[in-house]
């Protein structure tokens, strides 16, 4: 059984250093070979490009565009009323992702409208979500790129997200039906909606494209005190076959370097594994 290869989310961690740039050398610097950033689009792809490469990354995910952060958009995917934007939004994000050599697309669903109740719009949005996920396969299909639906909690980080469970999402992409759109399992908010993960890593991974990890409840190191047992977790995943990318996405909770200590004892127990698409 290979190793986990770990991606350092540079969004979430070191938060001590300004810019994307210098947060891509410090991953480097820590050891990682893979990064993903959620939204890469306050810099040129190019000043991105060239960080990762003289850290020695490689790039493996990134978010479609939030929408209106000021009116509270979360991604557009599911949003009825916002398809062109989506469209827009994707193409930029397809830029990037050719730009920075990233093969996966985090779709954002975005949220239930303000003032809207959930049941009376879920319909709709999954219709809207259906319709944008369809177009958005086949673009990315052109330029060999895979597109994620990620669940992201409604209990305590997001209550207005329209996708929240991976039953949910794993239904919709059965609607959409194309080999290019995958899951994107992030453990954290799959315990905090569902629990059970063991069933349904083991039900869901043949479809999951990226995973994702922090401690519940608080969100911090995989090491740190929380619910979830990582050694055992990351056993589960390497024992299924997992052959994709677990990206730290977490908040530190204190200096990013020294709380990478779990992977470090993880890296130390398995192996470094050489990095590849």
């Keep these: ?87 827009e939004g994707l193409e930029q994000a397809v830029l990037y992702a050719k730009a920075l050599g990233c093969p996966r697309i985090h779709l954002m669903a975005g949220r239930v409208p303000q003032g809207a109740d959930r049941a009376a719009v879920k319909g709709e949005m999954e219709t809207v979500f259906v319709e944008n996920l369809k177009h958005a396969a086949g673009v990315l299909a052109q330029e060999n790129l895979v597109g994620l639906l990620e669940p992201i909690n409604t209990r305590i980080t997001d209550p207005r997200y329209f996708l929240d469970t991976p039953r949910q999402a794993a239904t919709i992409l059965q609607k959409v039906g194309r080999p290019n759109l995958q899951l994107q399992m992030d453990i954290f908010h799959w315990q905090i909606m569902d629990g059970n993960l063991t069933g349904n890593i ?54 990013t370097v020294e709380g990478l200590s779990w ?3 993880y890296w130390d127990r398995r192996g470094h594994p050489q990095t590849g698409q």
């Design 263 to 265: 992977l470090r004892s």
């Design 1 to 87: 059984m290979a190793p986990l290869r770990f991606s350092a989310n540079v969004s979430w961690l070191f938060p001590e250093l300004p810019g994307l740039s210098e947060r891509l050398h410090a991953a480097g610097r820590a050891g990682f070979e893979a990064a993903e950033v959620a939204w890469p689009y306050t810099e040129s792809p190019e000043a991105l490009a060239s960080a990762a490469q003289t850290a020695g990354l490689r790039l493996v995910l990134i978010n479609t565009p939030r929408g209106d952060h000021e009116k509270g958009e979360m991604g557009l995917g599911a949003v009825p009323g916002r398809q062109a934007a989506f469209r």
């Design 202 to 255: 083991r039900e869901f991974l043949p479809t999951v494209g990226h995973v994702q990890v922090a401690q519940v409840p608080d969100r911090g190191e995989p090491g740190s005190s929380g619910e979830l047992d990582f050694a055992y977790l990351f056993q589960l995943l390497e024992d299924e076959g997992y052959q994709g990318f677990v990206g730290c996405e977490y908040r530190p909770r204190g200096d």
